[in-house]
């Protein structure tokens, strides 16, 4: 739609910039639904379709790790999650000096890694720059074998970390945490867990800890749509995040999905999961359908290998590398005011400005200048869509199919995608393109899909259809159990009403329960760098408590109701920051636009659950400089 005239003058740049804007509001009108988030299943409380989230990678002959755990055992710190964050916070603990037997990491998984013990399908890899995502690389001494890391690696890595801080044997899989019961005579946590091993029985056991992590993280629920006719396929079918190596062939370290040469495949999605799974497929499908209803925008990956040169001379040996390049990496995404000098990552999410939309920057917006920093966003944003948009057509050979895969809404409005061979894969003769403008499929039947007026015999159907949306209840609905707190107030309850905390990591009424993320503290597009400063940030605060207390002395720590209430009026100060994510096209972080159609009450609690405003670096330099203090100011001390 742009041309070098237009460019040139700024009276045709205006009227084109409102022209994409019209473009981006008839797009998203397409896309809007009435039942919003409802059109999904969440997989988690479906007894119906409950075999998409069987977990394909545990050995049903082997034991769970912590099968032999007593009912009624005592430990200083349970930590709820096994993937880097949950390692992150033990790791973290362990400096902070807490005694690597104090501690025990709980998960539903069968072993560490989290989100990469889930995903193992082909093609899979991290989408952010391995150097900054793997943490704890200074310590290990690891090198990355490429610039963003394939899932086999990271997931190793995560065993890896266990292995080099004696966590392999701290640690209870295929065990889910039900409930928590905060104890105020004892000042401790009950826990009730159920361990479901793989074709064994289940076992409901309880132990208490006096101190519990919520690190379960923020994508780890599956979810499929409402469609009509779901229970009628008669074909195979599997999510993603339970790929099905058995009828495909290949194997997580191998892609070679040869038993699906004379298949007919149909996968339903094309985010962040699908543009990765999906040019694997199509060097295996005999035919493979690709059905459609949003866009990705799809930027330059420029995968490759580490440069072992570079890593030796430039990176390893210098101390504090990681954080140095990580601090970088968040400073990139302002939309005003200078950068570092140095864009040490350089690649396309460290050139996004405008993904200061959705993280924050430290740009003062208030009611009067609100859509002057909305329109501001907008003009760093064009450009960058327009090259992505631009990029489909010098790719795609099929004009028609071009315009199909092009995104119409601004970048920040859904998770940015990143490949070198999504695209090209549609070039093929074997792989059809079916953009349903928006709706979604209309029906399974017994043989197929219809979908965009037409229908598709398949024998194999792939749900890349997501996880539940992270901006979903709170820490503890995140991680599918109930915390009950102080006065028997359920922390679901106290975080419908509003979210109150302390820097994101501690609410009152819930002494020695911790929460790293998201909800009031900072955010980046490293996930794993805002999970490592919160367990270093969490470890301080448990360590500092531990040394207030006499031996063998048991505490509760929790804010004080002023320091919350003054943490809860800065996150709603600087939420006027997000107003950007208004009005975009319908995606799971703003719950199918859910967010936008609240009355001014609902607005005003989502507000209240955002994220630090000020951008990531200004959310570390208040945290760091309350730390600095040594005081523990807002924070109450109870001693047994």
Same mark, same amino acid.
């Not at 237009?6 to 009108?29: D, G, H, I």
């Not at 050995?59 to 200083?76: I, L, Q, T």
């Not at 999961?273 to 420029?302: C, E, G, M, N």
């Given at each position: ?64 790790? /912590? !099968? ?58 991290? %989408? ?29 890595? #995560? ?8 966590? #392999? ?29 793989? /074709? ?43 790929? %099905? ?20 495949? @149909?996968?339903?999605?094309? @985010? #962040? ?33 580490? %440069? ?8 390893? /040996? ?41 993280? /924050? ?73 079916? %953009? ?17 007026? !037409? ?100 505490? #509760? ?8 209430? !003054? ?5 709603? !100060? ?5 107003? @950007? ?60």
């Amino acid at each position: 739609m742009s041309s070098d005239a237009e460019s040139a003058n700024p009276a045709l740049a205006a009227a084109f910039a409102v022209q994409v804007q019209q473009k981006y509001a008839q797009e998203r009108e397409k896309r809007l639904r009435a039942d919003g988030n409802e059109q999904y299943i969440d997989l988690s409380y479906s007894d119906k379709f409950k075999h998409f989230r069987d977990d394909p990678w545990v050995d049903p002959d082997a034991p769970p790790a /912590g !099968a032999n755990v007593p009912s009624g055992s005592r430990y200083k710190v349970l930590i709820l999650g096994a993937g880097f964050g949950g390692l992150l916070s033990a790791v973290r603990l362990i400096e902070a000096g807490i005694d690597v037997n104090d501690i025990r990491l709980v998960d539903t998984a069968g072993g560490f890694g989290g989100t990469w013990y889930w995903n193992r399908f082909p093609g899979l890899m991290c %989408d952010v720059e391995s150097y900054i995502y793997m943490p704890l690389l200074e310590e290990t001494g690891y090198m990355p074998k490429h610039r963003y890391s394939y899932g086999p690696e990271l997931r190793g890595y #995560a065993n890896l970390i266990a292995e080099k801080w004696n966590l #392999a044997d701290k640690a209870l899989f295929q065990t889910e945490v039900r409930h928590l019961g905060w104890d105020d005579t004892t000042k401790e946590w009950v826990v009730n867990l159920t361990q479901m091993p793989k /074709g064994g029985e289940e076992r409901e056991f309880e132990v208490q800890s006096q101190f519990v992590i919520l690190a379960s993280g923020v994508l780890n629920h599956p979810k499929i749509p409402k469609i009509p006719g779901l229970e009628e396929f008669q074909g195979h079918s599997f999510h993603t995040s339970r790929w %099905d190596y058995a009828y495909t062939g290949g194997s997580p370290t191998n892609p070679s999905l040869e038993k699906l040469k004379d298949k007919r495949v @149909g996968i339903i999605g094309t @985010g #962040a999961t699908a543009i990765q799974a999906i040019p694997q497929l199509a060097k295996w499908a005999k035919h493979l359908y690709v059905f459609q209803r949003t866009p990705s925008s799809i930027d330059v990956r420029d995968q490759r290998p580490t %440069d072992e040169q570079w890593w030796s001379e430039e990176v390893q /040996g210098q101390r504090g590398w990681q954080r140095k390049r990580n601090l970088n990496f968040a400073a990139q995404f302002v939309d005003t005011g200078p950068k570092p000098e140095d864009n040490l990552v350089n690649d396309g999410w460290s050139k996004f400005d405008s993904y200061s939309a959705q993280v /924050g920057s430290p740009t003062l917006v208030t009611m009067e200048t609100m859509a002057q920093h909305i329109a501001a966003l907008h003009a760093l944003d064009l450009p960058r869509q327009e090259r992505i948009r631009a990029r489909v057509d010098a790719i795609i050979d099929d004009k028609a199919v071009a315009a199909k895969l092009k995104a119409w809404y601004p970048g920040w409005c859904k998770r940015p995608c990143f490949h070198d061979d999504y695209l090209i894969a549609f070039n093929q003769p074997n792989v059809t393109l079916v %953009d349903t403008d928006g709706r979604g499929i209309d029906a399974l039947t017994p043989a197929g899909v219809r979908a965009a007026g !037409a229908e598709f015999p398949l024998d194999v159907l792939i749900f890349s259809t997501g996880f539940r949306s992270p901006t979903l209840g709170s820490s503890a609905g995140k991680a599918n159990l109930t915390v009950i707190g102080r006065g028997g107030q359920s922390l679901e309850d106290k975080w419908t009403q509003g979210v109150s905390t302390l820097h994101g990591v501690l609410s009152r009424g819930f002494p020695n329960l911790f929460f790293p993320g998201l909800s009031q503290s900072g955010v980046t597009a490293n996930y794993t760098f805002i999970m490592d400063s919160l367990a270093r940030h969490v470890a301080f605060i448990l360590a500092a408590t531990k040394a207030q207390a006499a031996t063998g002395q048991r505490v #509760a720590v929790e804010p004080s109701p002023e320091a919350e209430q !003054a943490w809860t009026m800065q996150i709603l !100060a600087r939420a006027i920051s997000f107003a @950007g994510m208004s009005g975009c096209t319908p995606n799971y972080i703003n719950r199918e636009c859910e967010l936008d159609r609240g009355s001014n009450e609902e607005q005003m609690r989502t507000a209240q659950s955002a994220p630090w405003g000020d951008g990531f670096a200004s959310y570390l330099d208040v945290i760091e400089g309350w730390r600095a203090k040594g005081d523990l100011e807002g924070v109450v001390i109870t001693a047994v």
